[in-house]
Antibody, heavy 119, light 107 residues
Framework: QVQLQESGPGLVKPSQTLSLTCSVSGASINSGAYYWSWIRQYPGKGLEWIGYIYYTGDTYYNPSLRSRVTMSVGTSKDQFSLNLSSVSAADTAVYYC???????????WGQGTMVTVSS | DIQMTHHPSTLSAYVGDRVTITCRASQNIDSWLAWYQQKPGKAPKLLIYKASTLESGVPSRFSGSGSGTEFILTISSLQPDDFATYYCQQYKSYSWTFGQGTKVEIK
């Protein structure tokens, strides 16, 4: 059973880069079974898909964030990461990592990590 | 982007009630729709995918229907554990997008 756990700083200063890592257990990122995704949820509850990375390294980002987002797979192959540059208060949200498939959408989620952008 | 709209935004119901939540897509998404349940402080949980397929382990009182642009989530007999916020999400085309959610409250 796949389990996901987000980690990273809970406070980021405006204009800096938000960096989060998702640790994966119960599955291999190299299996090709999933699109390894990031989603965020604003304090007012709206959910926004940020993007995904596939085991091949292929990525697809939400066009509204594409200029600021980078995703990568860790060298240990049991982690994947999100970098979001030039953050502002509008990027304050709970950030989730999740697995996605073409049929079952987002079927497994991490518990989420709150990131606040503030000086 | 494909916009997803829930009706209603909030719903008050009694335990045992039959509850329906509607989700409308701004364009045709065939059956590429998922439903999630979220409780406060928790991650969303997948309930239904492909518009009507129940995720493993989800109680059979949950069901989904629809295709194209209009979709319905039905809870046949509302249980105390079902009070939560429900989201629809389309995965027909990028960007994958979510509705704003329907909060189901105790009446």
């Amino acid at each position: 059973q796949v389990q996901l756990q987000e980690s990273g700083p809970g406070l980021v200063k405006p204009s800096q880069t938000l960096s989060l890592t998702c640790s994966v257990s119960g599955a291999s990122i190299n299996s090709g079974a999933y699109y390894w995704s990031w989603i965020r949820q604003y304090p007012g509850k709206g959910l926004e898909w940020i993007g995904y990375i596939y085991y091949t390294g292929d990525t697809y980002y939400n066009p509204s964030l594409r200029s600021r987002v980078t995703m990568s797979v860790g060298t240990s192959k049991d982690q994947f990461s999100l970098n979001l540059s030039s953050v502002s208060a509008a990027d304050t949200a709970v950030y989730y990592c999740a697995t996605a498939t073409e049929v079952r959408a987002f079927d497994v989620w991490g518990q989420g990590t709150m990131v606040t952008v503030s000086s | 982007d494909i916009q997803m709209t829930h009706h209603p935004s909030t719903l008050s119901a009694y335990v045992g009630d039959r509850v329906t939540i509607t989700c409308r897509a701004s364009q045709n998404i065939d059956s590429w729709l998922a439903w999630y349940q979220q409780k406060p402080g928790k991650a969303p949980k997948l309930l239904i995918y492909k518009a009507s397929t129940l995720e493993s382990g989800v109680p059979s009182r949950f069901s989904g229907s629809g295709s194209g642009t209009e979709f319905i989530l039905t809870i046949s007999s509302l249980q105390p554990d079902d009070f939560a916020t429900y989201y629809c999400q389309q995965y027909k085309s990028y960007s994958w997008t979510f509705g704003q959610g329907t909060k189901v409250e105790i009446k």
